[in-house]
């Protein structure tokens, strides 16, 4: 038994280190990466430890990079791109992680011969002990972080470029969403209780519970059941935008994959609601989540793009419009924090262009008097206020409405939260109701 645990250890560095050599020297996503690693591996413990560190190696990243620096003589060669990886994996189970050191090195040599580089692993050992021994250089966190994109917050949030990098540089704590159609917030943070987990109810956030650190799904009671999702604080609060009456027609045009969609109809099961997802792949974890969750049996869901209407509409108003639109991430960086390495300038054009299409395309779609919620979980401006100022300059019938603060700073016609306030990811929200327009009416 001893004996398989270690060797499932080794597996787990290896597959760590694998998955870090993607996303550091390939261009993968950490999602995409996890996406393919995980299931491979049996025992649940092994996955929590390879996302562990793999989300700890991307945070030191440039702290472990100096220790590289000054530890070895000549910079690794890219045939050693996976040795990098895994000396990553290796440093960040010290720190942040605190593993037991003398397990963690064990493993993490073993796993460079596993990985064909059994001349290496002295190297490995050697540099592993001089991590445990003098620690990793102190690093700032703002290296990690593209100039461009240091540009763009120096610009957008003069004054608090210091504030979010640190709020995108902490782990995420684990925000759960009760489903009221099962069960309260205080029972089910009860039942937490009794499984020895303790989490706080906190205000402004209705349906919400928050654990610190990460926890997986399968510890929670319930989960399977649909009694509970993962969900971010502030993706939460996108349902309190929305005011809709009973049996009210809803379009979520970017649903996928589907915890807003789902939450609006746990909060009103009367729902009339058209689900799009332009990747069919996503929109099938939107019908696996309502399945789980006993919600959407009446929902339309269409693998669609929305900006082409024509393809799908039938052409009836929506009374609301949920428009979660693709953007840049920046936001959650501490949830993805591979955004940092690959997220580039050009893409965050093409983005803006994209959503710009989005909106025009939806508006006519929203009955006059209705609703359309913008959101992002992007702390850029582009995205966000400049994105909805322009909006609301082009489109003679769209109002911006008031939001109050419990979303956040003023931004343009929207609110803002930055990433760490209220423990929760940053998100921009707006809210644009279709009135009378002016121009036709004249
Ligand atoms: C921010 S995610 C949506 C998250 C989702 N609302 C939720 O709460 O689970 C954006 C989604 O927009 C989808 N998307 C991007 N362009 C689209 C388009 N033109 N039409 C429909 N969906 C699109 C992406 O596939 C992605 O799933």
Redesign the pocket.
């Known amino acids: 038994m001893a004996g398989t645990s270690q060797a499932t250890g080794v597996a787990a560095r290896v597959v760590a280190a694998n998955v870090l050599d993607g996303v550091l020297h390939h261009g993968r996503s950490l999602k995409a990466g996890l996406g393919v690693a995980l299931p491979a591996l049996p025992d649940p413990r092994d996955r929590a430890l390879v996302e562990a560190i793999c989300f700890a190696a991307l945070r030191i990243r440039h702290r472990a990079d100096a220790a590289l620096a000054a530890w070895i003589p000549s910079p690794l060669p890219k045939r050693d791109a996976p040795l990098r990886a895994l000396l990553l994996a290796g440093f960040a189970q010290l720190d942040p992680l605190g593993l037991p050191a003398h397990a963690a090195l064990a493993a993490t040599v073993d796993a460079a011969r596993a990985m064909g580089r059994a001349h290496q692993a002295k190297l490995v050992n050697a540099l592993l002990r001089r991590a445990q021994r003098d620690g990793l250089p102190e690093g700032d966190w703002r290296d990690l972080w593209p100039s461009w994109l240091r540009g763009r917050l120096r610009s957008d949030w003069p004054d608090a470029v210091d504030a979010i990098v640190a709020g995108s540089a902490n782990q995420a704590p684990t925000w759960l969403r009760v489903n009221r159609l099962r069960g309260t917030r205080d029972g089910y943070r009860q039942r937490l209780l009794d499984a020895g987990i303790a989490a706080t109810a906190p205000g402004g956030f209705e349906d919400a519970l928050l654990i610190e650190g990460s926890l997986p799904v399968a510890q929670l009671p319930g989960f399977g059941e649909g009694d509970v999702s993962v969900q971010d604080g502030s993706?939460q609060q996108?349902a309190d935008t929305l005011a809709l009456p009973a049996g009210a027609r809803v379009l979520?045009?970017?649903?996928?994959?589907?915890?807003?969609?789902a939450h609006l109809l746990e909060r009103d099961p009367t729902l009339r609601l058209v689900a799009?997802?332009?990747?069919p792949a996503?929109l099938r974890k939107v019908g696996d989540n309502f399945a789980r969750l006993h919600v959407g049996a009446q929902a339309t869901l269409h693998a669609?793009?929305?900006?082409d209407a024509d393809g799908w509409w039938d052409g009836e108003p929506f009374d609301a419009i949920?428009l979660?639109?693709?953007?840049s991430a920046t936001g959650i960086i501490r949830r993805q924090p591979d955004v940092l390495l690959h997220r580039r300038e050009r893409d965050l054009d093409a983005l803006v262009l994209?959503q710009a299409s989005?909106l025009d395309a939806l508006w006519p779609l929203l009955r006059p008097g209705g609703t359309l919620a913008y959101v992002?979980?992007s702390i850029l401006d582009a995205e966000n206020a400049a994105q909805a100022s322009a909006f609301l300059a082009r489109t003679p019938d769209a109002e911006a409405l008031p939001l109050g603060e419990a979303y956040g700073r003023p931004a343009g016609p929207g609110r803002q939260r930055l990433p760490g306030e209220q423990a929760c990811d940053g998100f921009f929200y707006t809210i644009f109701r279709r009135g009378v327009d002016d121009a036709r009416v004249t």
Do not use: Y
Request: charged letters at 25%; hydrophobic letters at 50%; glycine letters at 6%.
């Open positions: 993706a996108v979520d045009a970017c649903a996928a994959p589907g915890g807003k969609a799009l997802d332009v990747d996503r669609a793009d929305a900006v949920l979660d639109a693709p953007c994209v989005l992002t979980c």
